[in-house]
């Protein structure tokens, strides 16, 4: 990459992309928002691997029900923003899981279908983490961060803003 010199190639220092041009009339693409690459080529190449381990998580998720798919996806995004501008965008921009990301990214938007999907998924897991285990502390202690986790959940917007 152009910021790379023997003097700060690991120095794990980061530079800002620019965000790339309005989106075109032939695509429906929305603009990415400015990156912040990691300058060392080691580092990028750990954000990228984490990126591609959470794609595939995500596409598990896709498959696998009660696995979550937008939180690695969203995890994917952040680490190729900080080690890929050509696979941020593909992400960003993809055709099934652009708009979800897109829509996290700009508005903090969680749609109602996944929160009822996930708080459902979070209350069955308690019920099997009860009913398979007699560890108090661990129920309680899980059940709490499930209902705060739950509670946060629900508190996200569902649309954008009406502007």
Known sequence: MSGDTPDNRDSGEETTA???AAATEESNLSEAPALRLARGRS???A???LGVFCVGLGIVGVIVPGMPTTVFLIIA???FSRSSERLHHWLYDHPRFGKALRNWQQHRIIPRRAKIAATATMALSLVILWLTTRNGWLELG???ILVAVALWLVTR???PPVS
Do not use: C, D, K, T
Request: proline letters at 11%; zero cysteines; charged letters at 15%.
């Open 43 to 45: 580092a990028r190449i």
């Open 157 to 159: 917007a569902e649309r």
């Open 77 to 79: 995004l952040w680490a």
């Open 18 to 20: 620019p965000a790339p």
């Open 142 to 144: 899980v059940g709490v």
């Open 47 to 49: 954000y990228a691997a």
